[in-house]
């Protein structure tokens, strides 16, 4: 059987004529009372399978065929070689739609997690030095202003410890600049673009002795070498333009700027980078990573403490010391 019965409207009236459907090579032949067509099948629109609704067969002049046999209908479809659309076959299993949605999150995900790192890092690599340092002034003159206030330790000990850094720190690396100051944020130390390392008083209380700080210091000179920031900004302002062109809200692509700049959120590969610079740097020189280890394990047990209830954001807990950071430097030392 070649040939389907199908309701036949001539565009004008409402009045519906039964006709047959009948399939001759590329052909379909519509016939009926008073209606005799003939019209390629490429030329038909066809609509698509729906389960509960006729199919409708449109003709160039815009009268149309509706057709209740969908089986029928789809076996001489099938047979007179005219076949779905493959898109249009998909849109009728949901199973199909959602694996094309966790294909489309997976690909977003995929180019967040490793595309965009690749190319931030390109693009970090191209900004002038001059900008970075520009931008790390104003990074600092802000923290100055919000964050820090001036240091209680003696300018002694100050000058010990960096006296002591500058002579591991690599000759040929990039500039750096040590400040100690006080703050609320607690233990902490932080590397900005230009070369601006900050350094806590409380993180230099907790140390358990001045490797714990020279090896700090030696993992936000990781950081800096790395230009850790600066992909970490062009990164985040590359997110914050997708989300714009999504949602298409370009003030997102602005207000993603300062929000780095406060935030710091370094990804943990950076973390690592910066954790594996500071051992390569402590043991070249001979220091043990072991000090460095057990302040971290401090650090990590104040973070645990101060974060549920302190109601301080933890705005620059940059890098939380994890139990998989601190046996890097355990392992280190035994090695
Ligand atoms: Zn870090």
């Known amino acids: 059987m070649n040939s389907v ?3 036949y409207f001539d565009g004008r009236s ?64 099938s047979e007179s070689g005219h076949r779905d659309s493959f898109v249009v076959a998909w849109q009728n299993q949901w199973r199909a739609v959602l694996l094309a949605i966790f294909a489309l999150i997976a690909v977003l995900f995929a180019g967040y997690r490793w595309v ?3 190319a931030a890092e390109l693009m970090a690599d191209q900004v002038p030095l001059q900008w970075e340092e520009r ?13 820090f206030s001036t240091s209680q330790i003696s300018s002694e000990r100050r000058d010990g410890l960096v006296d002591r850094f500058a002579a591991i720190a690599p000759p040929d690396g990039r500039d750096y600049e040590i400040r100690f100051r006080n703050s609320k944020i607690g233990p902490n130390a932080i590397a900005l673009p230009g070369g601006a390392i900050y350094v806590t008083d ?23 070498e790395h230009r850790h920031l600066m992909r970490r900004l062009f990164a985040n ?17 602005l207000a993603a700027l300062p929000a780095i700049l406060i935030e710091l959120d370094y990804s943990r590969a950076m973390e690592r980078e910066a954790d594996a610079y500071a051992i390569d740097l402590l043991r070249a020189n001979g220091i043990s990573t ?10 990590k047990d104040a ?26 430097f355990r392992q280190s030392r035994n090695r």
């Open 116 to 118: 965009l790192p690749v």
């Open 290 to 299: 072991s000090s460095l280890a057990t302040l971290f394990e401090r650090m």
């Open 5 to 7: 019965d199908a309701r």
């Open 14 to 77: 409402s009045r519906p004529v039964p006709v047959r459907i009948t399939v001759v090579g590329n052909h379909a032949e519509i016939r009926g009372d008073g209606v005799e067509l003939r019209a390629p099948i490429s030329e038909l629109r066809i609509s698509e399978p729906l389960k509960h609704a006729p199919r409708l067969l449109t003709l160039g002049d815009a009268s149309y065929c509706e057709v209740d046999d969908n089986a029928e209908f789809a076996r001489l479809l």
């Open 135 to 147: 931008l790390g002034r104003e990074a600092t003159a802000f923290l100055e202003r919000r964050i």
């Open 202 to 224: 409380a993180l230099v209380a907790l140390a358990p002795d001045d490797d714990a700080i020279v090896g700090v210091l030696a993992h936000e000179l990781g950081h800096i």
């Open 237 to 253: 302002a590359a997110v914050g333009a997708v989300t714009a062109v999504l949602i298409g809200d370009v003030s997102t692509v």
């Open 303 to 328: 973070h645990e403490e101060r974060s549920p209830s302190s109601g301080w954001p933890d705005y620059l807990a940059t890098h939380p010391p994890t139990q998989e950071r601190i046996d890097a």
